[in-house]
């Protein structure tokens, strides 16, 4: 009689634990030290309190699944981008496992490659107010759908928020130069300047 579980673990031996996919998260520093990957019993209490899991075709346990069946095809998966990171998979899990931390990991793998390029490069104009002005400012070309939200309210603010700073006892809220100038060599040691023109390089091979 064909037995899947024993195909299953012959297709396992030949992968080393050095390679497969569980493993390669396990070792990223984003991954906490204790973290139940491989502990995971598919009871399926993490999907019961996901709520993108509940508003979405995202399923916090198919995720873990997959990356425990080495299933690399995930890493091109838009279904990874789901997730909230609101941490409910993380405080309700009986072995200790996170499929947020998990969902940080593969995100990052993805971006490696084009495929999550492609899934954080509309946020660039936030790193460019980083990379511009030392700070994670709201970028101009939102302000038309936040006048939207919010009403002429948010609109008198933005027009008037050094006023209202000032009234208020704050100083300014944008950096000095030099400042500014620190702020930026240190984006530039770190490799966040050429992580952003690699991104803005796929959006201009659109």
């Given at each position: 009689?064909?037995?899947?579980?024993?195909?299953?673990?012959?297709?396992?031996?030949?992968?080393?634990?050095?390679?497969?996919?569980?493993?390669?998260?396990?070792?990223?520093?984003?991954?906490?030290?204790?973290?139940?990957?491989?502990?995971?019993?598919?009871?399926?209490?993490?999907?019961?309190?996901?709520?993108?899991?509940?508003?979405?075709d995202?399923?916090?346990?198919?995720?873990?699944?997959?990356?425990?069946?080495?299933d690399?095809?995930?890493?091109?998966?838009?279904?990874?981008?789901?997730?909230?990171?609101?941490?409910?998979?993380?405080?309700?899990?009986?072995?200790?496992n996170?499929?947020?931390?998990?969902?940080?990991?593969?995100r990052?793998?993805?971006?490696?490659?084009?495929?999550?390029?492609?899934?954080?490069?509309?946020?660039?104009?936030?790193?460019?107010?980083?990379?511009?002005?030392?700070?994670?400012?709201?970028?101009k070309?939102?302000?038309?759908?936040?006048?939207?939200?919010?009403?002429?309210?948010?609109?008198?603010?933005?027009?008037?928020?050094?006023?209202v700073?000032?009234?208020?006892?704050?100083?300014?809220?944008?950096?000095?130069?030099?400042?500014?100038?620190e702020?930026?060599?240190?984006?530039?040691?770190?490799?966040?300047?050429?992580?952003?023109?690699?991104?803005?390089?796929?959006?201009?091979?659109?």
């Amino acid at each position: 009689m064909f037995n899947l579980g024993k195909v299953r673990r012959r297709e396992m031996k030949t992968i080393s634990k050095e390679d497969d996919l569980a493993h390669k998260v396990l070792k990223d520093i984003k991954a906490s030290s204790d973290l139940g990957l491989l502990r995971c019993v598919q009871c399926g209490m993490c999907a019961s309190t996901c709520p993108a899991s509940r508003h979405s075709d995202y399923d916090s346990r198919e995720i873990i699944k997959r990356v425990l069946d080495n299933d690399e095809t995930i890493l091109e998966d838009e279904i990874i981008w789901n997730c909230f990171y609101c941490y409910n998979c993380h405080s309700i899990c009986p072995v200790g496992n996170s499929v947020c931390e998990v969902n940080q990991v593969l995100r990052q793998m993805a971006i490696d490659e084009d495929t999550g390029k492609k899934q954080v490069e509309s946020f660039m104009s936030f790193a460019d107010s980083y990379i511009d002005k030392g700070l994670g400012i709201i970028p101009k070309e939102y302000h038309g759908q936040l006048s939207i939200d919010y009403g002429p309210h948010w609109d008198k603010l933005q027009e008037n928020l050094e006023d209202v700073r000032e009234n208020l006892g704050l100083e300014s809220m944008f950096l000095l130069p030099e400042a500014e100038e620190e702020i930026g060599e240190t984006l530039e040691a770190i490799g966040f300047k050429k992580r952003v023109k690699e991104i803005k390089d796929v959006r201009n091979r659109k």
